[in-house]
């Protein structure tokens, strides 16, 4: 069945300094989101890059750091009884409650047992480590309280993306309630599900699949970049339709996530960015609703970093973009 993928393009008049104060026009092309409706705007040139950053100061003092190895044992919380055990741990990742946390359950994976990693060295281990430690709290957690009944899994890498620590790691909510996003979500999917009989992701596929905006089939889970992306570069991994609710936590999707999420940083690392978000979203079983698993540059952090969080973002919830999907989908395309 056919997508709608709706657009338009506002056009500003103005008298530009830039042009001895001759008229010119600038585009602004708006983009609906075909599930939620919520809009995207893509605006040229709002995403500074530098081309040097100055970090090092910043990533690499590890001295006090809560999450590297020695420090991690015993700075962090342990787990209530129920869970079955003090932290958890997979590879190089240790999970344990977040000590700030977000709500009832609320936990924090140490990712890696270096204490900065670049974009571009994180690998498939790595992150598949994580997720199986995250994801083996949400069943624990789905286990205990049959009210809980979202998830996700998130991550905040360096200061521009909103994270307190430069070490690596990831963060998990479960809840009955979910966030914002993942409610609007969840209600658009079930009703497309309802609607169609089919899941909204796997016609998406097939509709994208060969376009400029379709990336990877990675075992079980295809990789887009989304016609109304959430932010910059915003690419998607969706699992196949036959996944649904939480994904074995030792099991090939989520071996298929963690090999796509790597192939997405080494792409952003290729354009010189150095900072990202991650938000897996989770249900319980529900055929509408695979998991989904939404990655977005953030700019890069340097010591003078500027922050994109701008008044679109934190309160209209409009997405502003600097690049249209279809240009870095096929950029992106090449690191799959």
């Known amino acids: 069945m056919p997508i709608e993928f709706e657009r338009e393009v506002q056009t500003a008049t103005f008298h530009s300094p830039l042009e001895d104060f001759e008229q010119v026009s600038v585009d602004t092309e708006l983009r609906v989101d075909p599930l939620t409706g919520r809009t995207a705007r893509v605006v040229t040139e709002n995403f500074p890059m530098p081309e040097q950053p100055e970090i090092d100061d910043a990533i690499l003092d590890s001295e006090g750091c809560f999450f590297c190895p020695g420090t991690v044992e015993e700075a962090t919380p342990t787990y209530p009884e129920w869970v ?108 497309f599900y309802d609607e169609h009989d089919e899941v909204y992701w796997s016609e998406l596929a097939i509709e994208e699949r060969g376009g400029d905006r379709y ?75 695979p998991p989904v698993l939404n990655v977005t540059a953030r700019s890069v952090f340097d010591e003078y970093y500027w922050s994109d969080a701008t008044f679109f973002t934190t309160l209209h919830d409009e997405g502003v973009v600097d690049a249209a999907p279809e240009d870095y989908g096929h950029a992106a395309h090449t690191f799959f």
């Open 84 to 191: 079955g055990t003090d932290r958890g741990e997979s590879g190089e990742a240790t999970s344990f409650p977040n000590l700030n946390p977000y709500g009832a359950y609320s936990n924090v994976v140490a990712l890696t047992e270096d204490h900065f990693v670049p974009l571009d060295e994180f690998t498939t281990e790595q992150f598949a480590d994580g997720l199986c430690a995250a994801l083996e709290y949400v069943q624990r957690v789905f286990d205990h309280d049959e009210d809980a009944r979202f998830a996700s899994v998130n991550m905040n890498f360096l200061r521009p993306a909103g994270s307190s620590l430069i070490h690596p790691h990831m963060q998990t909510v479960v809840d009955d309630r979910g966030t914002n996003e993942q409610r609007r979500v969840a209600e658009a999917a079930r009703d």
């Open 215 to 289: 990336l990877a089939e990675i075992g079980n889970v295809h990789w887009l970049a989304p016609f109304a992306p959430k932010h910059h570069r915003h690419l998607v991994g969706v699992a196949t339709q036959i996944v649904q609710g939480v994904p074995q936590p030792r099991g090939d999707v989520t071996h298929d996530f963690a090999a796509g999420l790597v192939n997405v940083l080494s792409y952003y690392a290729s354009l010189g960015l150095n900072s990202f978000n991650v938000a897996m979203f989770l249900e319980r079983d529900d055929p509408a609703l």
